[in-house]
Nanobody, 118 residues
Framework: QVQLVESGGGLVQPGGSLRLSCAAS????????MSWVRQAPGKGLEWVSH????????TYSDSVKGRFTISRDNAKNTLYLLMDSLKPEDTAVYYC???????????GGQGTQVTVSS
């Protein structure tokens, strides 16, 4: 059973940074593409980024490209998202998901709230 537990969110001022983490279990993490997706207030889920199983390939949505960095540690079964130059429009609940941009599925985690506000 896929389990994904997100952490690291919080309140940050515009221009600030946060690093999110996602602990994975119940599947072979090192064989899986992984994604981050987010849900802003009153909106649907939005794919943000994915990383290949080896970590060699990463892809980002246009809205976060150049500001966010996805990474993973296969020895720790953990996915990360470093978010720099945060904007108010980045405010959302962030979830990690198993799979790539067009194939991701959520793991039932609660997500982690990121609020960007002065």
């Amino acid at each position: 059973q896929v389990q994904l537990v997100e952490s690291g969110g919080g309140l940050v001022q515009p221009g600030g940074s946060l690093r999110l983490s996602c602990a994975a279990s119940g599947f072979t993490f090192s064989s899986s593409f992984m994604s981050w997706v987010r849900q802003a207030p009153g909106k649907g889920l939005e794919w943000v980024s994915h990383i290949s199983n080896t970590g060699h390939t990463t892809t980002y949505s246009d809205s976060v490209k150049g500001r966010f960095t996805i990474s993973r540690d296969n020895a720790k079964n953990t996915l990360y998202l470093l978010m720099d130059s945060l904007k108010p429009e980045d405010t959302a609940v962030y979830y990690c998901a198993k799979g790539g941009r067009f194939t991701w599925t959520q793991g039932g985690g609660q997500g982690t709230q990121v609020t960007v506000s002065s």
